[in-house]
């Protein structure tokens, strides 16, 4: 049974990166540059520094075209993403069983605006952030904070991400990993695959 479920933010609670990448093409359309949504995402979805690194290399953008993207993104993630279908239900019904839920994220505070403006941020215990400076995934630093400070049981712990350094970062702190993607992705990294929330409630230990 997992007592403390640690979420991942874009991709894993939000559906982010449709937007992410929307806009990051939108941008390079006006340098008259051609590249497809999916294409962009893939990289987004290995981290967002390396995508951006990437093109960088691939197009030599410069600090003006990242500083504009940021910006314009955050506009129109505020207005277009939500959670995943399933995610409030799954939250509440973690915390109403007396279990914990905590966000960990390179996103900045941002993501702490998204869990109020759709009532999630009541059923959060804690909350890491880009503010917080831990290093990044997948160094377990981070986790090792969480587990320390809420005396976690390592056995009742379990980090649910999208990408292979959500699994990574978990199995760097010892404790057990759920992948998620809505496609057909999956990771030979992880405890566990999902591709719809409904499925974490028995790996939880929470009864359909």
């Given at each position: 049974m997992y007592k403390h479920i640690i979420w991942d933010f874009d991709g894993t609670l939000f559906d982010t990166y449709p937007v992410m990448a929307s806009v990051f093409q939108k941008k390079l359309i006006e340098l008259n540059i051609d590249e497809t949504v999916d294409e962009v995402m893939s990289y987004m979805k290995v981290s967002m520094t390396y995508a951006i690194d990437h093109y960088k290399e691939k197009y030599n953008i410069d600090d003006e075209f990242i500083n504009d993207y940021i910006i314009k993104s955050e506009e129109e993630e505020f207005k277009y993403c939500k959670p995943f279908d399933g995610i409030y239900y799954i939250c509440k019904i973690i915390y109403n069983h007396g279990f914990k839920n905590y966000l960990y994220t390179h996103r900045d505070i941002s993501s702490i605006d998204f869990l109020k403006k759709f009532d999630l941020y009541k059923y959060f215990s804690d909350f890491i952030t880009y503010e917080d400076r831990f290093?990044?995934?997948p160094d377990p630093e981070a986790l090792n904070f969480l587990i320390k400070k809420h005396n976690i049981d390592l056995k009742e712990a379990l980090m649910i991400g999208d990408?292979?350094?959500?699994v990574l970062s978990a199995k760097n702190a010892c404790i057990d990993s759920c992948f998620f993607s809505d496609k057909t992705q999956r990771s030979t990294l992880s405890n566990y695959?999902?591709?719809?929330?409904?499925?974490?409630?028995?790996i939880i230990g929470i009864p359909l």
């Open positions: 290093k990044r995934k990408r292979d350094i959500d695959n999902i591709d719809k929330f409904h499925d974490l409630l028995p």
